[in-house]
């Protein structure tokens, strides 16, 4: 497995129910800073987290937290959140990961960046801590499929295929299509998830031996060279995933 950098973690607390939600929290999330209203800055007087406490508007402090964060935690409200955070969205490769908890801690939303930033996995987290429900709402995560876009990723792959193809196959997969996924190289430790391979993911250990006819789309593992003329041929049908090569 890749050593990953640990994501750089707030907890953004406005009100005092939200403040002590988000102290309840930071108890469990020690490498967590919090930034909260300078008002409730002592609810976390006995945090060991690092703490700014601020005293003008909230909307002024949303630029410092995109730029210094990969996970936002707001125990503040939707639509607040969603006003704030509007003016600083750039794209889901770049933007941290938002997440918003309700004042009475007990639903914890992924607002933004939750499939490819983290947002999803950090709100089953957090929600784990709090006795909370996490509400997701990302195909693949609530179908407990395989994510395309980030399939392999805490084991250091690397994904090779157009956007479009992403797209579209992508689709095939959280529609329950057939789906044909061949390994050949690569950690066989890829499904992280606690539930079995969905029954339309066809598995192989040879792209020699996938009828390409009978599936709708094809996830390749592989160190081999793709010829142009086999991604013409599947036009966007294949996504490819590179491992790293062990030395």
Sequence with gaps: MTNQPAPRVCLVA????????AARLAADLPEADICTSAKFA????????????????LRDEIGPLFAGYDQIIFF???????????????SKDEDPGIIVVDDAGQYVIPVLSGHVGGANEWSERVADLLGA???LTTASDVG?????????????WKVEAPKINITRVSAHVVNGEP????????SPDWWTRPTPLPENIHRFTRFDDVPLDRYAALLWVTHADVPADRWDTLKERLVVYRPPVEA
Excluded: W
């Excluded at 407990?144 to 084991?155: E, F, N, Q, S």
């Excluded at 789906?179 to 690569?186: C, D, R, T, Y």
């Design 14 to 21: 406005i009100t005092k129910h939200g403040a002590a939600q």
């Design 42 to 57: 002592a609810t976390f007087a006995e945090a060991s987290n690092t703490v700014r406490a601020y005293d003008g508007a």
């Design 76 to 90: 503040v409200s939707l639509g607040a959140v969603v006003r704030l955070i509007a003016p600083h969205l750039r």
């Design 133 to 135: 429900a996490p509400v």
């Design 144 to 156: 407990r499929t395989i994510p395309v876009d980030i399939l392999g990723r805490h084991l250091g």
């Design 179 to 186: 789906i044909a996924f061949v390994q050949e190289a690569g």
